[in-house]
């Protein structure tokens, strides 16, 4: 089972950030937060991941709460291409992880509205 | 470039044929995935092969096969026992531990439907 909760679904104005929550209050100390977002009828794609420390990259921002229970992942300026379905993933880091699949919730639906 | 392909991206069948989909990555990865995903559902896995010759089954492998005779190319024959197979599937790829910050790459699905 996915050991994070997520909202269903969210809705954001084009050009405004999105803020999409995640909670993973049973998260291991080597674990990471990972992010990856399924456009419609497309394979998923990684956008970030982070242990502990805030994260940006060009596609978004993490951040990660003090006691690491919960994060936020930002997307500064949504498009309307923005429009996918986001999942929050819990697992061991790059150092450790080997090969072992990622786990799947169901995420959350973010649409972006012009 | 480098990437993971997945063919066909449409695939009918007749009840009670197999058929293979078909996973070719040129990325020159260790790991190969098959997961499957219903409509608004997350993605469940099916199986997966950390090295050539070797797979484990995830957790919906009844009536599902695989092999993996070659690095870059993992098939899964989607059987007649597979009771209900309308589904999109989706392979993914893996480098082994600490190449690689990003943990899968994901092909761009096949749909399966039953005729």
């Known amino acids: 089972d996915a050991k994070t909760t997520q909202p269903p679904s969210m809705d954001c104005a084009e050009g405004r950030a999105a803020n999409l929550p995640c909670n993973h209050s049973t998260i291991s100390g080597n674990e990471y937060v990972y992010w990856y977002r399924q456009i419609h009828s497309q394979g998923p794609q990684y956008i970030i991941h982070g242990l502990k420390n805030n994260e940006t990259n060009e596609m978004a921002s993490l951040i990660i709460t003090e006691d690491r229970k919960s994060s936020t992942l930002i997307l500064p300026h949504a498009t309307l291409r923005d429009t996918a379905v986001y999942y929050c993933i819990v697992r061991v880091g790059p150092q450790e992880a080997g090969n072992t699949p990622l786990v799947f919730g169901k995420g959350t639906r973010l649409s972006v509205i012009a | 470039d480098g990437g993971i392909t997945q063919s066909p991206k449409y695939l009918f069948r007749k009840e009670g044929q197999n058929v293979t989909l078909s996973c070719e990555q040129n990325l020159n990865h260790d790991a190969m995935y098959w997961y499957r995903q219903d409509p608004g559902q997350g993605l469940r896995l099916i199986y997966y092969?950390?090295?050539?010759?070797?797979?484990q089954k995830g957790d919906i492998a009844e009536g599902y096969s695989v092999s993996r005779e070659k690095k870059e190319s993992f098939p899964l024959t989607v059987t007649s026992a597979q009771k209900n197979p309308t589904a999109f599937y989706l392979c993914?790829?893996?480098?082994?531990?600490?190449?690689?910050?990003?943990?899968?790459?994901f092909g761009d699905g096949t749909r399966l439907s039953i005729l």
């Open positions: 993914a790829s893996s480098i082994a531990a600490g190449y690689s910050n990003q943990p899968q790459h």
């Open positions: 092969s950390q090295i050539v010759n070797d797979f």
